[in-house]
């Protein structure tokens, strides 16, 4: 089936830096997301990007879909304590049908 | 407060033994979706509902069964659970057919032993 790839899958950084995480596939998606799961809990949707090209941003996030329509990346800027968790990406392929990559987990050291 | 409840969050069980996972939505949403979470694999879909009495099978359906008599409930039945199914379980719910916005319980982690 589709697969996602995200990279790095894990990253340790100091309190204050600026983290970048990006997100490969080999298939053309509609729409891209990015969720964040904190521990015990379920993902919750951080940015939906829905055209080639766009740029958005959620606070201290910004999410770009690729001009390729096959990948997307997402910076958080100003990493702080809170911002502990996995961060996957998911590919939107049509009606519910969403592929969710792997999973990026990060660690902010104080 | 909105919200998908699930029961119960931590579930150890034999194989064989029939267990249902109950998941609940109080946003009058149409949606609903089972994924099974594994390390290294992300969510994967193994079951989905359009509607009251509208399911459909996802990526992952093998040894899984699902009901759809009410709209704010879709349990998740595994009729003779085996050990590879042990795993992180979450439902989801969306007010729509194709809205992103994908509301997640907390999750339900079964141990098959």
């Known amino acids: 089936g589709q697969q996602l790839n995200q990279s790095p899958q894990s990253m340790f950084i100091q309190e204050g830096e600026d983290v970048s995480m990006n997100c490969t596939s080999s298939s053309i998606f509609n729409t891209w997301l990015w969720y964040k799961q904190e521990p015990g809990e379920g993902p919750v949707l951080l940015i939906a990007?829905?055209?080639?090209?766009e740029l958005t941003s959620n606070g201290r996030l910004t999410a770009q879909f690729g001009i390729t329509r096959k990948d997307s990346f997402l910076n958080i800027s100003a990493s702080i304590p809170s911002d502990v968790g996995i961060y996957f990406c998911a590919g939107q392929l049509g009606g519910q049908n969403f592929v969710f990559g792997p999973g990026t987990r990060l660690s902010v050291l104080p | 407060e909105a919200q998908v409840t699930q029961n119960p969050r931590y579930l150890i069980t034999v194989t064989g033994k029939k267990l249902t996972v109950t998941c609940s939505q109080n946003m009058n949403h149409e949606y609903m979706s089972w994924y099974r979470q594994d390390p290294g694999l992300g969510l994967r879909q193994i079951y989905y509902?359009?509607?009251?009495?509208?399911?459909d099978k996802g990526d992952v359906p093998e040894g899984y069964k699902v009901s759809r008599k009410e709209k704010r409930n879709f349990p998740l039945i595994l009729e003779s659970p085996s050990p590879n199914q042990t795993s992180l379980y979450f439902c989801?719910?969306?007010?729509?057919?194709?809205?992103?916005?994908?509301?997640f319980g907390p999750g339900t982690r079964l141990t098959v032993t």
């Open positions: 509902s359009m509607n009251v009495e509208v399911t």
């Open positions: 989801a719910s969306s007010a729509a057919l194709g809205s992103v916005e994908q509301y």
């Open positions: 990007l829905y055209k080639a090209g």
